[in-house]
Protein backbone atom coordinates (compact mmCIF):
# COMPACT_ATOMS: atom_id res chain seq x y z
CA UNK A 1 0.00 0.00 0.00
CA UNK A 2 1.66 3.25 -1.12
CA UNK A 3 1.77 5.67 2.27
CA UNK A 4 3.32 9.25 2.24
CA UNK A 5 4.73 10.32 5.21
CA UNK A 6 6.16 13.38 6.57
CA UNK A 7 9.60 14.06 7.78
CA UNK A 8 8.38 14.51 11.60
CA UNK A 9 6.29 11.29 10.96
CA UNK A 10 9.20 9.04 9.34
CA UNK A 11 11.30 10.36 11.93
CA UNK A 12 9.00 8.70 14.46
CA UNK A 13 8.65 5.27 12.68
CA UNK A 14 12.54 5.10 12.84
CA UNK A 15 13.00 6.26 16.49
CA UNK A 16 10.11 3.81 17.34
CA UNK A 17 11.55 0.63 15.44
CA UNK A 18 15.16 1.73 17.35
CA UNK A 19 13.76 1.33 20.58
CA UNK A 20 14.38 4.87 21.40
CA UNK A 21 10.63 5.39 21.57
CA UNK A 22 8.39 5.63 23.55
CA UNK A 23 10.20 7.42 26.89
CA UNK A 24 9.76 6.53 29.80
CA UNK A 25 7.76 8.98 32.17
CA UNK A 26 9.19 8.07 35.42
CA UNK A 27 12.94 9.16 35.65
CA UNK A 28 14.01 11.85 33.21
CA UNK A 29 18.03 11.69 32.14
CA UNK A 30 19.57 15.37 30.75
CA UNK A 31 22.49 15.61 29.22
CA UNK A 32 24.50 18.86 28.09
CA UNK A 33 27.11 17.62 25.43
CA UNK A 34 26.34 15.02 23.14
CA UNK A 35 25.52 13.72 19.36
CA UNK A 36 22.23 15.28 17.86
CA UNK A 37 20.32 11.57 17.54
CA UNK A 38 17.19 13.43 15.51
CA UNK A 39 19.91 14.77 13.17
CA UNK A 40 21.71 11.47 12.49
CA UNK A 41 18.23 9.64 12.18
CA UNK A 42 17.23 12.45 9.50
CA UNK A 43 20.18 12.33 7.59
CA UNK A 44 20.55 8.45 7.42
CA UNK A 45 17.00 8.17 6.49
CA UNK A 46 17.33 10.43 3.39
CA UNK A 47 20.19 8.95 2.01
CA UNK A 48 18.61 5.60 2.10
CA UNK A 49 15.08 6.51 0.53
CA UNK A 50 17.33 8.36 -1.99
CA UNK A 51 18.95 5.50 -2.54
CA UNK A 52 16.01 3.07 -2.48
CA UNK A 53 14.35 5.57 -4.92
CA UNK A 54 17.60 5.22 -7.29
CA UNK A 55 18.46 0.96 -7.10
CA UNK A 56 15.53 -0.30 -5.01
CA UNK A 57 12.93 -2.68 -5.60
CA UNK A 58 9.87 -1.42 -7.63
CA UNK A 59 7.67 -2.89 -5.61
CA UNK A 60 8.80 -0.98 -2.46
CA UNK A 61 8.98 2.43 -4.25
CA UNK A 62 5.51 3.26 -5.29
CA UNK A 63 6.42 4.62 -9.25
CA UNK A 64 4.12 7.61 -10.21
CA UNK A 65 3.09 8.68 -14.01
CA UNK A 66 4.57 11.79 -14.86
CA UNK A 67 3.45 11.96 -18.37
CA UNK A 68 1.54 15.20 -17.33
CA UNK A 69 4.76 16.71 -16.51
CA UNK A 70 7.04 15.70 -19.17
CA UNK A 71 8.22 17.93 -21.94
CA UNK A 72 8.71 16.86 -25.36
CA UNK A 73 11.99 17.92 -26.43
CA UNK A 74 12.88 17.47 -30.31
CA UNK A 75 11.06 14.86 -32.82
CA UNK A 76 11.55 13.78 -35.87
CA UNK A 77 15.26 14.76 -36.31
CA UNK A 78 16.86 12.41 -33.65
CA UNK A 79 18.20 9.29 -34.83
CA UNK A 80 15.80 6.82 -36.80
CA UNK A 81 12.96 9.44 -35.85
CA UNK A 82 12.56 8.94 -32.54
CA UNK A 83 11.79 11.39 -30.15
CA UNK A 84 13.44 13.30 -27.16
CA UNK A 85 11.16 13.68 -23.86
CA UNK A 86 12.77 15.60 -20.81
CA UNK A 87 11.40 13.61 -17.39
CA UNK A 88 10.77 15.98 -14.43
CA UNK A 89 13.60 17.30 -12.60
CA UNK A 90 12.26 15.53 -9.51
CA UNK A 91 11.94 12.22 -10.74
CA UNK A 92 15.12 9.98 -9.90
CA UNK A 93 14.52 6.93 -11.98
CA UNK A 94 11.77 6.05 -15.04
CA UNK A 95 10.31 2.80 -15.60
CA UNK A 96 8.12 2.78 -18.10
CA UNK A 97 6.86 4.68 -21.61
CA UNK A 98 3.74 4.61 -23.47
CA UNK A 99 3.44 7.39 -26.55
CA UNK A 100 0.33 7.92 -28.50
CA UNK A 101 -0.19 5.35 -31.25
CA UNK A 102 1.62 2.62 -29.72
CA UNK A 103 0.58 -0.46 -28.85
CA UNK A 104 2.11 -1.18 -25.25
CA UNK A 105 3.91 0.30 -22.80
CA UNK A 106 7.78 -0.46 -22.39
CA UNK A 107 10.27 -0.44 -20.02
CA UNK A 108 12.86 2.41 -20.03
CA UNK A 109 16.38 1.25 -20.83
CA UNK A 110 19.12 2.12 -19.08
CA UNK A 111 21.58 4.88 -20.41
CA UNK A 112 24.32 1.92 -20.79
CA UNK A 113 21.91 0.96 -23.65
CA UNK A 114 21.61 4.09 -25.53
CA UNK A 115 24.32 3.99 -28.27
CA UNK A 116 23.29 0.08 -29.22
CA UNK A 117 19.12 1.27 -29.57
CA UNK A 118 19.96 3.88 -31.46
CA UNK A 119 22.34 1.97 -33.82
CA UNK A 120 19.44 -0.38 -34.13
CA UNK A 121 17.13 2.43 -35.77
CA UNK A 122 18.85 2.98 -38.49
CA UNK A 123 18.32 -0.69 -40.00
CA UNK A 124 14.69 -1.05 -41.51
CA UNK A 125 14.75 -4.01 -39.79
CA UNK A 126 15.62 -3.75 -36.32
CA UNK A 127 13.62 -0.32 -36.11
CA UNK A 128 11.24 0.06 -33.71
CA UNK A 129 7.53 -0.25 -34.92
CA UNK A 130 3.99 0.96 -32.71
CA UNK A 131 4.18 -2.88 -31.97
CA UNK A 132 7.66 -2.94 -31.19
CA UNK A 133 8.27 0.66 -29.21
CA UNK A 134 11.82 1.41 -27.47
CA UNK A 135 12.92 3.84 -25.23
CA UNK A 136 16.15 4.64 -23.63
CA UNK A 137 17.46 7.11 -21.00
CA UNK A 138 20.11 9.16 -22.62
CA UNK A 139 21.33 11.47 -20.43
CA UNK A 140 20.83 12.61 -16.46
CA UNK A 141 20.59 15.08 -13.95
CA UNK A 142 22.72 18.16 -14.99
CA UNK A 143 22.16 21.61 -13.76
CA UNK A 144 19.22 20.75 -11.44
CA UNK A 145 17.08 18.98 -14.88
CA UNK A 146 15.36 15.45 -14.98
CA UNK A 147 16.49 12.40 -16.66
CA UNK A 148 16.26 12.91 -20.52
CA UNK A 149 15.17 10.24 -22.54
CA UNK A 150 14.85 9.08 -26.44
CA UNK A 151 12.41 7.09 -27.92
CA UNK A 152 10.91 5.18 -30.87
CA UNK A 153 8.91 5.68 -33.04
CA UNK A 154 8.21 9.43 -31.99
CA UNK A 155 4.54 10.90 -31.26
CA UNK A 156 3.69 14.34 -30.18
CA UNK A 157 1.72 13.00 -27.18
CA UNK A 158 3.16 11.16 -24.03
CA UNK A 159 0.48 8.94 -22.61
CA UNK A 160 2.32 7.19 -19.59
CA UNK A 161 5.81 7.73 -17.71
CA UNK A 162 6.21 6.11 -14.31
CA UNK A 163 8.53 7.34 -12.45
CA UNK A 164 10.44 7.18 -9.09
CA UNK A 165 9.93 10.92 -7.63
CA UNK A 166 11.42 12.57 -4.78
CA UNK A 167 9.37 15.32 -2.92
CA UNK A 168 11.88 16.16 -1.63
CA UNK A 169 13.41 15.89 2.47
CA UNK A 170 9.73 16.73 3.52
CA UNK A 171 8.22 14.25 2.43
CA UNK A 172 8.71 10.36 2.20
CA UNK A 173 6.26 8.78 -0.53
CA UNK A 174 6.85 4.98 -0.92
CA UNK A 175 5.42 1.59 -0.94
CA UNK A 176 4.80 0.09 2.96
CA UNK A 177 6.69 -2.89 2.23
CA UNK A 178 9.67 -0.70 1.33
CA UNK A 179 9.73 1.54 4.72
CA UNK A 180 12.05 -1.49 6.49
CA UNK A 181 14.41 -0.90 3.89
CA UNK A 182 15.03 2.62 5.95
CA UNK A 183 15.82 1.30 8.86
CA UNK A 184 18.87 -0.44 10.35
CA UNK A 185 19.92 -1.83 13.77
CA UNK A 186 22.69 0.64 14.24
CA UNK A 187 21.28 4.33 14.27
CA UNK A 188 24.89 5.72 13.74
CA UNK A 189 25.83 4.34 10.49
Known sequence: MRVSLTKVEMLQRRRLASGLEPLRADCAIELKEGIDVDRVLEAQLRRRYLDLLDNGERRKISPEDVSATTAIMASGGTEGGGVV????????????????????????????????????????FTAATAERPIAVVVAGRTGGEGPVLMAWPASLKVTLLTAAVDYGPERYVLNECGIEDLFSDNILI
Open 85 to 124: LGAPANCRRLFDLRLAGWTRAVEVLAPTEAERVMSLQLNP
